[in-house]
Structures are given as structure tokens and as C-alpha cells.
T-cell receptor, first 113, second 112 residues
């Protein structure tokens, strides 16, 4: 089984709708991240969490919110989706030691019409 | 201004030849640079990294070179294989904030 899972894998929604993307991990890592990927723009950090009580904004947090329900679960919400939030969304995890490596989930393709 | 720059969006190489993927950066305070590889419909996977105190790191067919005076690093793949066809991202890591900052990526195509 995959260490980092994301649900749903694909979602089409309408402008103004609320949507939640979920991420679960079995790696036992403390740190979790949400990124979005847009063509030609690479991966940009939306939010990150170093433990259950620690939530931080990334470089493009406007229009998004997150919830760290447990060490293993980190969800991303779009309160009122807009078309320019159409993108590929990735969750990632890392441990709190010296390792700098992040482990990514398979991604969620979100389309806002 | 973008902190990590991959100025070439794509590269095409013949199988068996060398692939050289380049990355420039502006942040001199990084601790590591990492390369990630991404196939379609999958998440990025870690490939190789280099510490700021080194100028070369090698892992099998993959070697990363760091030129701090030029603020430039490169990933060499020798020999290139069709399975190496993917998008490659370089990213810098600073321990102070434990975040990765990614470049835009470069699409490598290895022709059989």
C-alpha cells in the first residue's frame, strides 16, 4: 500500500462550491505539506504543518484552509472554489529529523468550472 | 523573484548519451539542493541531493554538481535511458524553515 494517499484522485466542481481534499500517511512523519502544480509554474507551497498543533501558511495560501486532524491526516479545503484553483494538488510528508526529503502522494487533479 | 530557476523547459536526448539538467538559484543560505523526478499521474519522487558543503554527489547513473560561486547546479544522467523520460524539479532546502522551494521543472525526453 502507498505510504501517502490522497482522496479524491480526480474531482470536477463548480465555482462557489466548497471542496475538501484529504491526505493520509502511514510513514509516521510529523510534518505534512500541501502543494499545487500548475503548468510552467512548478510546485508551490500552500500550507504546511510541523505537528498537529502547528499550522503555517505557505506562499499561496489565499483561498485555502487546512486542518490537521491527527498526525497522519492533513486536509485542504477550498471554501468557495474559483476557476483559477484548477490545478494538480499534492500532499507530502517529512520527518522532523535531519532528513530534508519529502515524500509525495499521487496527487489530486481538481477542475473548477 | 523566483528563488530557484530552471530556465530550459525541455530537453531531448538520445538513449545512451548524457543528459544535463541545469538549475540556478539566488538563495545562498540553503543547506541542501534536491532533485525530484515526476512521471505523469504520479507524485514527485526524490532522486538525489547535495549538501551545501559539497560540490559533487554521485548515485549510480546520476551525479549532481554544485558550483556555489556561480550559484548553479546541474544533474547529469549517464547513460540516459528511455525510462528517465519525466519532469525533473530542482529544489532548495533551508533547515531554518524546513521548506523546499521548487523550480518550474524541466521535461526530459530520452529517444530510443
Amino acid at each position: 500500500d502507498a505510504d501517502v494517499t490522497q482522496t479524491p484522485r480526480n474531482r470536477i466542481t463548480k465555482t462557489g462550491k466548497r471542496i475538501m481534499l484529504e491526505c493520509s500517511q502511514t510513514k509516521g512523519h510529523d510534518r505534512m505539506y500541501w502543494y499545487r502544480q500548475d503548468p510552467g509554474l512548478g510546485l508551490r507551497l500552500i500550507y504546511y504543518s510541523f505537528d498537529v498543533k502547528d499550522i503555517n501558511k505557505g506562499e499561496i495560501s489565499d483561498g485555502y484552509s487546512v486542518s490537521r486532524q491527527a498526525q497522519a491526516k492533513f486536509s485542504l479545503s477550498l471554501e468557495s472554489a474559483i476557476p483559477n484553483q484548477t490545478a494538480l494538488y499534492f500532499c507530502a510528508t517529512s520527518d522532523s529529523g535531519l532528513s530534508n526529503e519529502q515524500y509525495f502522494g499521487p496527487g489530486t487533479r481538481l477542475t473548477v468550472t | 523573484d523566483q528563488q530557484v530557476k530552471q530556465n530550459s523547459p525541455s530537453l531531448s536526448v538520445q538513449e545512451g548519451r548524457i543528459s544535463i539538467l541545469n538549475c540556478d538559484y539566488t538563495n545562498s543560505m540553503f543547506d541542501y539542493f534536491l532533485w525530484y523526478k515526476k512521471y505523469p499521474a504520479e507524485g514527485p519522487t526524490f532522486l538525489i541531493s547535495i549538501s551545501s558543503i559539497k560540490d559533487k554527489n554521485e548515485d549510480g547513473r546520476f551525479t549532481v554538481f554544485l558550483n556555489k560561486s556561480a550559484k548553479h547546479l546541474s544533474l547529469h544522467i549517464v547513460p540516459s535511458q528511455p525510462g528517465d523520460s519525466a519532469v525533473y524539479f530542482c529544489a532548495d532546502y533551508t533547515g531554518a524553515n524546513s521548506k523546499l522551494t521548487f523550480g518550474k521543472g524541466i521535461t526530459l525526453s530520452v529517444r530510443p
